[in-house]
């Protein structure tokens, strides 16, 4: 048995953040009813095609889940969205701001209503403030936050390849949630949480930001360089391969001198004597690597690297990563079914000896709103 099985949750969600939060609960046994408008659904369905005519993005954050297709300006789908919440644990919504008060779903009134729910509202900047009603997607929130500002290269600013918004507050509202089922075991009574995207990605610039309010100054962008370590990024062996360095204290700086290098005298030299002088003579410092590099297969500089025990790593393109040799190791891939048939998944991150996670199908929308409905039917209250 999985640690959330017997647990129900109700979502209105879409996008990203909210079905991810959603997700990762029903990977650990919870039962996820997504209600989703009729005809359309969660608009992330029509993101792209990639996936056999599915959305990358939505096979991605909605196995395990049943989907029920309302209209909630129906008074008679929304009132089944009152019996759903009568059963369930948690309710999950990321309704543009006011939509879920105007329907009869805001905080005060389900927790008058159910007070042993658990609510979790995901907005973009949160429910105050200037900028409470403005759009936020990802990239807005990724360019607001400051994100874009220390993404990218010298010469160009750049947005995270991946929504690094919607998968902060997907994360935060997920460990909110089980906080708060937490919490009502020793009070049993429900609670409200509230996650923004902007706040989610505020806190993941602590260092940045830090960085800035103190040292006068931004980190610089670098692409896959350090704003405060060297040698820290992609390195080119001389038949091409890429090699990721971060080397980040003294004591690997002279092993990598020694013995990947073969240059002990750089570790004594002046300029790299220490971290803040590797980073000042940044340019330097790559042009002596380089030039050592360039004489070497990415095997021979790997090989050097492991027996020095420096830290690196491989740039990989993603068909190497859906080829990688650590997930093939521990068997990190599995299949879950679809209506375009079966898929290949990864497992989630989190995992419990002798227990797989649920890995349920994608659903079709609309997929459970007949067995849904029946359910609800039958327990019914025999004078309802």
Same mark, same amino acid.
């Given at each position: 048995?999985?640690?959330?099985?017997?647990?129900?949750?109700?979502?209105?969600?879409?996008?990203?953040?909210?079905?991810?939060?959603?997700?990762?609960?029903?990977?650990?046994?919870? =039962?996820?009813?997504?209600?989703?408008?009729?005809?359309?659904?969660?608009?992330?369905?029509?993101?792209?095609?990639?996936? =056999?005519?599915?959305?990358?993005?939505?096979?991605?954050?909605?196995?395990?889940?049943?989907?029920?297709?309302?209209?909630?300006?129906?008074?008679? *789908?929304?009132?089944?969205?009152?019996?759903?919440?009568?059963?369930?644990?948690?309710?999950?919504?990321?309704?543009?701001?006011?939509?879920?008060?105007?329907?009869?779903?805001?905080?005060?009134?389900?927790?008058?209503?159910?007070?042993?729910?658990?609510?979790?509202?995901?907005?973009?900047?949160?429910?105050?403030?200037?900028?409470?009603?403005?759009?936020?997607?990802?990239?807005?929130? $990724?360019?607001?936050?400051?994100?874009?500002?220390?993404?990218?290269?010298?010469?160009?600013?750049?947005?995270?390849?991946?929504?690094?918004?919607?998968?902060?507050?997907?994360?935060?509202?997920?460990?909110?949630?089980?906080?708060?089922?937490?919490?009502?075991?020793?009070?049993?009574?429900?609670?409200?949480?509230?996650?923004?995207?902007?706040?989610?990605?505020?806190?993941?610039?602590?260092?940045?930001?830090?960085?800035?309010?103190?040292?006068?100054?931004?980190?610089?962008?670098?692409? /896959?360089?350090?704003?405060?370590?060297?040698?820290?990024? /992609?390195?080119?062996?001389?038949?091409?391969?890429?090699?990721?360095?971060?080397?980040?204290?003294?004591?690997?700086?002279? $092993?990598?001198?020694?013995?990947?290098?073969?240059?002990?005298?750089?570790?004594?030299?002046?300029?790299?004597?220490?971290?803040?002088?590797?980073?000042?003579?940044?340019?330097?410092?790559?042009?002596?690597?380089?030039?050592?590099?360039?004489?070497? /297969?990415?095997? $021979?500089?790997?090989? =050097?690297?492991?027996?020095?025990?420096?830290?690196?790593?491989? =740039?990989?393109?993603?068909?190497?990563?859906?080829?990688?040799? $650590?997930?093939?190791?521990?068997?990190?891939?599995?299949?879950?079914?679809?209506?375009?048939?079966?898929?290949?998944?990864?497992?989630?991150?989190?995992?419990?000896?002798?227990?797989?996670?649920?890995? *349920?199908?994608?659903?079709?929308?609309?997929?459970?709103?007949?067995?849904?409905?029946?359910?609800? *039917?039958?327990?019914?209250?025999?004078?309802?």
């Amino acid at each position: 048995m999985l640690p959330l099985h017997g647990v129900t949750v109700v979502s209105c969600e879409q996008a990203v953040a909210a079905p991810l939060a959603t997700r990762h609960l029903a990977d650990l046994g919870a =039962r996820v009813i997504k209600i989703e408008r009729p005809g359309s659904g969660d608009f992330a369905r029509g993101y792209d095609e990639t996936v =056999r005519g599915m959305s990358s993005h939505f096979v991605w954050l909605n196995r395990s889940k049943e989907s029920i297709a309302l209209d909630l300006k129906s008074p008679g *789908d929304l009132e089944t969205v009152f019996r759903l919440l009568e059963r369930a644990d948690v309710f999950v919504q990321n309704f543009a701001p006011g939509a879920a008060e105007r329907l009869g779903l805001g905080v005060p009134a389900l927790r008058a209503r159910f007070p042993r729910l658990i609510t979790c509202s995901v907005s973009g900047y949160g429910s105050s403030g200037p900028y409470r009603d403005a759009k936020a997607y990802d990239l807005l929130i $990724q360019s607001e936050a400051g994100l874009v500002s220390v993404t990218g290269t010298a010469d160009a600013p750049a947005k995270s390849g991946i929504p690094a918004a919607d998968i902060g507050a997907g994360m935060y509202a997920f460990s909110g949630i089980l906080a708060a089922l937490y919490e009502r075991e020793r009070t049993g009574t429900g609670t409200d949480l509230e996650v923004s995207l902007f706040d989610a990605l505020v806190e993941w610039m602590g260092y940045p930001l830090y960085y800035a309010a103190y040292g006068g100054t931004p980190p610089a962008r670098a692409g /896959t360089d350090h704003a405060a370590i060297a040698p820290y990024g /992609t390195f080119t062996a001389g038949d091409g391969t890429e090699v990721v360095l971060a080397v980040q204290n003294e004591r690997e700086w002279e $092993q990598f001198c020694e013995r990947v290098l073969e240059r002990p005298d750089l570790a004594a030299d002046e300029r790299f004597a220490g971290g803040a002088r590797r980073v000042a003579n940044r340019t330097a410092l790559h042009a002596e690597i380089d030039g050592v590099f360039a004489r070497l /297969t990415g095997e $021979q500089v790997t090989a =050097r690297l492991e027996a020095a025990r420096v830290a690196h790593a491989r =740039r990989r393109e993603l068909a190497e990563v859906l080829a990688h040799p $650590q997930l093939a190791a521990r068997d990190r891939w599995t299949e879950v079914g679809s209506p375009v048939g079966p898929l290949r998944a990864v497992l989630p991150p989190i995992t419990l000896p002798g227990r797989r996670p649920r890995m *349920d199908r994608v659903p079709a929308l609309g997929e459970h709103t007949a067995a849904i409905l029946r359910e609800l *039917d039958e327990h019914r209250p025999a004078d309802g």
